[in-house]
């Protein structure tokens, strides 16, 4: 199944929230669109390395979480971004760079410094 199909199926299911439409078989399909997301698109992007996802009950949305890790010569960035999967909307991330010790983070209206920080303002989203 391509990724646009699921997306589809997912939005219709969403949309119509019927009650035989658990929030154990929404989460299903949220963690398989992310899977068919992050595998069709890492085919030629080495730097992409993880990422995760969770259905969000209250705000009624599959969240994305996916990482990148690139070496430099002097040390390694790590890129980490939040988005609505369905909406295809970003809603923020953190880059570290251990060659520079640069730490940036915002989600949303709200900026962090460290990963402990991006963790706790993420949890709501996707834990």
Same mark, same amino acid.
């Given at each position: 199944?391509?990724?646009?199909? =699921?997306? /589809?199926?997912?939005?219709a299911? /969403?949309?119509?929230?019927?009650?035989n439409?658990?929030?154990?078989?929404?989460?299903?399909?949220?963690?398989?669109?992310?899977?068919e997301?992050?595998?069709?698109?890492?085919? +030629?992007?080495?730097?992409?390395?993880?990422?995760?996802?969770?259905?969000?009950d209250?705000?009624?949305?599959?969240?994305y979480?996916?990482?990148?890790?690139?070496?430099?010569?002097? =040390?390694?960035?790590?890129?980490?971004?939040?988005?609505?999967l369905?909406?295809?909307?970003?809603?923020g991330?953190f880059h570290? &760079?251990?060659?520079?010790?640069?730490?940036?983070?915002?989600l949303? +209206?709200?900026e962090?410094?460290?990963?402990?920080?991006?963790?706790?303002?993420?949890k &709501?989203?996707?834990?």
């Open positions: 199944m391509s990724a646009s199909l =699921g997306i /589809l199926m997912l939005l299911m /969403l949309a119509t929230a019927e009650p439409v658990t929030l154990n078989q929404l989460q299903k399909n949220c963690e398989k669109l992310a899977a997301t992050f595998n069709r698109e890492t085919a +030629d992007d080495e730097d992409r390395v993880d990422y995760r996802a969770r259905y969000n209250r705000l009624n949305k599959c969240f979480e996916e990482t990148y890790i690139s070496p430099t010569p002097r =040390g390694i960035n790590v890129w980490v971004y939040l988005s609505d369905l909406e295809n909307r970003i809603y991330g570290r &760079s251990t060659n520079i010790g640069f730490f940036y983070c915002n949303q +209206d709200k962090c410094h460290s990963e402990t920080e991006w963790e706790a303002l993420v &709501s989203y996707i834990e």
